[in-house]
């Protein structure tokens, strides 16, 4: 089901979002599914976070390069000393695109949808893409990092 992007000012955007207990919940599996369909609704979303949906859960969803990359309950471990400045949208900001400077590489650890402990490298959109999607999770939005 596609579900309605929630817009700041919204306050569940600076929410930080609670942790996930069972990541193989039907309740979960579904929220994945949706955000997903969602995405694929707002055609060219690279990423979005449950809180986006009205769901206050440590979950996003990143497409990339034809990849789905499903994190539940994910962290940044690492990040790049070098970083770099690039312009970001966000679908919680219709039309409105800022220049933000991120680190150029991060390790993030998650869970995937089946429960199982994953850690990802990633360099450059993607690695943007994390950090952008784990900022919605804890409350951050990209306008706080202009």
Do not use: W
Request: with cysteine; net charge positive; charged share 35%.
């Amino acid at each position: 089901m596609v579900l309605p992007i929630i817009k700041y000012p919204d306050p569940i955007l600076k929410k930080k979002a609670e942790e996930i207990k069972d990541p193989k919940s039907p309740e979960i599996r579904e929220l994945v599914l949706d955000i997903i369909e969602t995405m694929e609704s707002n055609g060219n979303a690279l990423g979005l976070a449950a809180p986006q949906v009205g769901r206050s859960v440590r979950l996003c969803v990143i497409i990339f390069g034809g990849k789905k990359h499903i994190l539940i309950n994910p962290e940044i471990k690492s990040k790049s000393l070098r970083k770099e400045v690039m312009e970001e949208g966000c679908l919680s900001f219709p039309e409105e695109f800022f220049m933000i400077k991120r680190h150029k590489k991060v390790k993030v650890r998650a869970l995937d949808r089946h429960g199982k402990e994953i850690e990802i490298k990633a360099e450059g959109m993607l690695a943007r893409a994390f950090q952008h999607e784990i900022d919605h999770l804890n409350g951050i939005l990209f306008i706080d990092r202009k």
